[in-house]
């Protein structure tokens, strides 16, 4: 079956906007992408009791001339890649989650077709159970937010309880990771 099969719920969509660069609207290209797969699931074996069942959210934003040519391969190629690496670890401790999706995003670029103009920035959120991995490169955010309900007084609220930074040159450290790179 195909992964997109298994995606979608009521509760889950996704938006993108075309982001305006001068010259004809009809001329204006998306290069934004975006996924919601709930479920997102995955074996360690063939016992169907070992298998995983997990939430996948990501939001890519294409950059430059051909940024939609990225953004539209890292949709299609990310969840797979995910997958296998998810199966390849043992151990899912923060630490080495954090390795995980950084080595699944340096993979992503390095495989990527930006030649000869074009990337994309990346923020996804992976929630395995009670547990929430989330990873961002560029200036695309991701925000995990609890909507409360008081039983008594029956008064709503939402609180964003954590929220990534955005990786822009700006940024004293960010601009020098960047330049060391490129030494």
Known sequence: ??????????????????????????????????????????????????????????????????????????????????????????????????HLLNELFIELDASSPAEPSGGCTASIVLQIGANIYIANAGDSRSFVAVHITDPISKTETTQIIYGTREDKPHLSFERLRVEAMVR
């Open 1 to 98: 079956s195909s992964l997109l099969d298994t995606s979608g719920t009521e509760k889950a969509a996704t938006l993108t906007l075309i982001g305006y660069k001068g010259g004809k609207m009809e001329d204006q290209i998306n290069q934004d992408r975006a996924f919601v797969l709930s479920p997102f699931t995955f074996k360690r074996s063939t016992d169907s009791k070992d298998e995983q069942i997990a939430r996948l959210l990501g939001v890519f934003d294409g950059h430059a001339r051909y940024g939609e040519r990225v953004s539209e391969y890292v949709v299609k190629t990310l969840p797979a890649l995910l997958r296998r690496k998810l199966l390849e670890k043992e151990d899912w401790s923060s630490n080495e989650m954090g």
